[in-house]
């Protein structure tokens, strides 16, 4: 079991609800956090919640929503700039960080795992939003893959740079080119305002 890792996170995407769980199991995982704004499903119902807590519960591992204040999809119009959710505005907000504080109490008696939707963690605020809050506190993070692997969130962060085309500039630090791709990046794959 790895242990390398004080939180993990998780893409639920088309997976047979047995799989998902067995990747669960194999991470050592004990308790999901849901961080879906939405924790429902209507082509994969399993994943919808009163389901999958049900589910969850049958294979030894709890179950606890965090939608309302690490979810993705804001209720509050003021967190979106030219309707695009504005995950550092986002992260700024007393229900944030007192969700990232609920999140670290349950980590000291759970092995925690942030359960959102998308598969890739690039595409999903899981990642982009929710892990890089938890890694600036000081938190080991790692992605659980769909082939069983866990990528560390500092593998993560290289892909992304990568992504963003800024890993070998040199006329910006490190620190710098990674903020300036975690924006990039949010505001292609963050959720839009529906009015």
């Known amino acids: ?31 999901i956090a849901d961080v879906r704004s939405v924790p429902f499903s209507r082509r994969f119902p399993w994943f919808s919640e009163k389901a999958l807590a049900a589910r969850l519960n ?8 965090f939608g309302d204040s ?11 700039r030219d309707g695009v959710a504005d995950y550092e505005k986002m992260a700024q907000t007393a229900p944030f960080r007192a969700g990232l504080d609920r999140i670290g109490e349950a980590a000291g008696h759970y092995r ?9 963690p690039l595409d999903c605020h899981r990642c982009l939003l929710v892990a890089r809050a938890l890694k600036e506190s000081g938190v080991a993070l790692g992605h659980v893959l769909v082939d069983r692997t866990i990528e560390p969130h500092a593998e993560t962060e290289e892909r992304l740079l990568k992504l963003a085309g800024t890993a070998d500039d040199l006329f910006m630090s490190r ?10 990046r949010a505001a292609k794959v963050a959720a839009r305002f529906a009015e």
């Open 58 to 65: 049958a294979a030894n591992i709890a179950y606890l929503p």
């Open 112 to 120: 925690v795992c942030l359960l959102c939707a998308e598969r890739e």
């Open 175 to 184: 620190a710098d080119r990674l903020a300036a791709a975690y924006q990039a």
């Open 70 to 80: 690490l979810g993705g999809r804001p209720r509050d119009p003021s967190l979106y």
């Open 1 to 31: 079991m790895p242990s390398d890792f004080s939180i993990l996170t998780i893409g639920h995407s088309n997976l047979p609800a047995e799989r998902f769980i067995g990747l669960l199991q194999g991470a050592g995982v004990t308790a």
